[in-house]
């Protein structure tokens, strides 16, 4: 059995990242799940379906308010942003 991948998650305006432990093989809609369990009350009201998921890697220092609208056009071109609109599509290392 392969080994739980560690993501590193941020919910778009935070500042703080969090960690969601997950098996590769698994789909983002499982993903999905475990993000909304993860972050219970900030999620009380969504349907994980309805949860949008993007894969883009940021940087963790210096601390800064996270949003897809403030990256800059750096990280736009070298970090290339690309939402997860399939959710069967699966997590891999």
Do not use: Y
Not at 46 to 51: G, R, T
């Amino acid at each position: 059995m392969a080994n739980e991948v560690t993501l590193f998650c941020i919910v778009d305006g935070d500042s703080t990242a969090f960690s969601v432990d997950i098996l590769p093989g698994k789909t983002v809609d499982h993903l999905k799940k475990k993000i909304k369990e993860e972050k219970s009350k900030v999620f009380s009201e969504v349907d994980p379906d309805e949860l949008i998921l993007w894969h883009v890697s940021i940087p963790s220092t210096p601390k800064r308010q996270i949003t897809l609208g403030n990256l800059t056009d750096e990280e736009k071109d070298t970090k290339k942003p690309e939402e997860l609109e399939d959710p069967t599509i699966e997590i891999s290392e």
